[in-house]
């Protein structure tokens, strides 16, 4: 008789085991559901993030530049920016000196421009909203007594292929 509690006592600890298998299998349907999700779902639109770090470095170059001359013919080499790449996929940058972000836009003179995008479709109201426009940052900052308007614009996308 004694023999008969023992083996029930052992019995209780594989049954306790059903749970710590239950709860592995959940965890991992729950990650492949989240795969899956991940993998098919929406893609993320980093354009607006892309624009305003941008418009931080350029700022960042532009208040450690010694004069503006330097800053329009040493552009890729002080900000540690490639102008090709950033013209290939698709960012726009304007500088201006003593005008605001508005004017700046358009004005047709400039410290440094860059970029095939039409720096104007940043100040459409419906561009917020519309995922087809540029994704603009506008910045006006003072430097040495002097006013600047940084305009940068992202319009890259990431290339993503549905299967």
Do not use: W
């Not at 605001?100 to 836009?105: D, G, I, K, L, T």
């Amino acid at each position: 008789m004694m023999k008969n509690k023992m083996n029930k006592k052992a019995e209780s600890g594989q049954q306790v085991m059903v749970f710590a298998f239950l709860f592995l299998l959940v965890l991992i349907g729950m990650g492949i559901v989240g795969g899956v999700v991940v993998y098919y779902g929406k893609g993320a639109d980093f354009r607006k993030i892309d624009s305003e770090i941008l418009n931080y470095r350029i700022r960042e170059c532009l208040s450690e530049s010694i004069n503006l001359q330097q800053f329009k013919e040493n552009f890729s080499s002080l900000c540690s920016l490639n102008k090709t790449v950033l013209e290939d996929k698709g960012f726009t940058i304007k500088v201006c000196q003593d005008l605001s972000p508005e004017e700046c836009a358009n004005s047709k003179e400039s410290i440094f421009e860059l970029g095939n995008t039409h720096i104007q479709a940043c100040f459409i109201n419906a561009a917020e909203n519309n995922p087809e426009y540029v994704k603009c940052t506008k910045t006006e900052f003072f430097d040495k007594g002097e006013k600047f308007s940084i305009i940068t614009g992202s319009n890259q996308r990431i290339a993503r292929v549905n299967t």
